[in-house]
């Protein structure tokens, strides 16, 4: 029903089913990992009202696994794609996955797809930084993106700014010492 | 032997194959596309010492194909994000498509992937903004990606600071005026 494709790698179709409505992809050599393909294999589309609900989880330090809500994938949205560099070291939230007995190796991530109710994965907040569009869509709007060029947060601009005014009217020469 | 995922939609697995080592893959709603999964099903590799180039294609404002190579799939690196939103309006470079009598339907992109040896592969350079991991690893590295935030390009306040400076150099109370 699912796929699963991490940037650069081989597809992943052949997901563990660990309960009914639960499906999970091993992550090898997750550290190496930015972007995870998640996608519908277009043979089973989900029940009428249903749709699945995208965890990341990577084992903490002391291997317990850490779950992450990624996004969703719907019969209207059947694929996505999630940045998950960012994510190896933030905290875990409310997931459906607690109670599942899954085989997991020391060292590898999963993804798990869990089918819920569509209302119910309305009331779902993913993580903000995994969602590639949003992310993708700000930088197009506020700056081009350029490899090569450095790029500074503008409230670190205005700080500088608002800092060098006070000093400046305190003392007009002071960044002649 | 392709897959094709437009983020958010179905999978493609059926290219047209144009020629022995052409294979193509329509983009329906081009405009709406930001980006682009290519990967390698799985199913037969690549011949010894052979890979595959990647290009987009869109139709210029007389309806003709304008081909931009995005970068590469490999045994290696059998998978590949691209990012083609930003390439809509770009010109186009040496392709090896032209030849060729592709069905395509006006407002449709497409994708070509070329199979070629990796010789062949290694001197040819794609749209630098097509690369979805550098970028990434680029904004990761010099920025926190954060959508609630405005960046600013780091030229642009030195460019400002050394108009001021020069500024406050002829004049110590010009930012007083």
Redesign the interface.
Known sequence: MF?C???????QTAAQQVAEDKFVFDLPDYESI??V?V????TIPFPEGMGGSVYFSYPDSNGMPVWQLLGFVTNG?????F?I??LKSGEGSQHPFGAMNIVRTPSVAQIGISVELLDSLAQQTPV??AA?????????A??????S???????C?VAWYENFQRR?AQN??F??T
């Open positions: 796929g494709l991490v940037a650069g790698r081989l597809v930015n972007h393909v996608f519908m294999l277009g949205k059947p694929s996505a794609i940045k560099s960012g903000g930084s590639v569009s949003s992310v993708d869509s700000f930088t197009q506020q700056m081009t993106p350029s490899p060029e450095m790029f500074i947060a503008s409230k601009v400046l007009p020469l960044w002649k």
